[in-house]
Structures are given as structure tokens and as C-alpha cells.
């Protein structure tokens, strides 16, 4: 399995921007996605997890109402447009997969991504 992260940025506050994982590898139809990341100093924390149809997601609370993940399961892409970007929204963001279903628990995600930055400026 292989996920490929991009499309982070500096962005003012305010702003959006819209993070691509392209996975590759497998069949995903079985498999759970998360949007994680972590800030300098900090431990990584989970952003958004969601099966591979998106038919169950969950957000962490500081993102609610401002992130949404999709997914296109013909290209086997996952996304995460972020609205509304915050000074600390400033993270490195990593996606990450893993057989089965959604967990909470990033050590249970068994591939991830090489992590894309993205810098909010207040």
C-alpha cells in the first residue's frame, strides 16, 4: 500500500485549502482512512476518520463545521477541504489507512502517507 499526500500550503487565516491522498496497492473497499496531524512539539492526533465509502466519519471537535473529507473511490483518493484555517491549524497533516474497520488509535494504521505541511498565518 502506498499513500501519496499533497496540496499543503501557506495560507492566510481565513483561508482554505484542500488535501490530496492518492492510495495505491490494494482494493480499499475494505479499509478505513484517517486524516491525522501533528504540530511541532506535539503528538500527532487524529483530524478525520472515515470507512472508504464515507457512509461513517468522524471529526475531532476543534475541526467540526470548518473540515469535510470525501472520497473518490474511482481514483482512490481521499481528500480533506479545510475551511476557515486557523494560526493553529498549522501542522504537518498525514493521511493513513488500515485494514478493516475505523479505530481510533493511530497505531493502529498500518500505512501512511509522507505528510504534507500546512502553515496558517495569523
Known amino acids: 500500500v502506498q499513500l501519496q499526500a499533497s496540496g499543503g500550503g501557506l495560507v492566510q487565516a481565513g483561508g482554505s485549502l484542500r488535501l490530496s491522498c492518492a492510495a495505491s496497492g490494494r482494493t480499499f473497499s475494505n479499509y478505513a482512512m484517517g486524516w491525522f496531524r501533528q504540530a511541532p512539539g506535539k503528538e500527532r492526533e487524529f483530524v478525520v476518520l472515515?470507512?472508504?465509502?464515507?457512509?461513517?466519519?468522524y471529526y475531532a471537535n476543534f475541526v467540526k463545521g470548518r473540515f469535510t473529507i470525501s472520497l473518490d473511490n474511482a481514483k482512490n483518493t481521499v481528500y480533506l477541504q479545510m475551511n476557515s484555517l486557523k494560526p493553529e491549524d498549522t501542522a504537518v497533516y498525514y493521511c493513513?489507512?488500515?485494514?478493516?474497520?475505523?479505530?481510533?488509535?493511530?497505531?493502529?494504521?498500518?500505512?501512511w502517507g509522507q505528510g504534507t505541511l500546512v502553515t496558517v498565518s495569523s
Open positions: 493513513a489507512c488500515r485494514r478493516g474497520g475505523i479505530s481510533w488509535s493511530r497505531r493502529e494504521y498500518d500505512y
Open positions: 472515515s470507512n472508504w465509502s464515507g457512509s461513517t466519519t
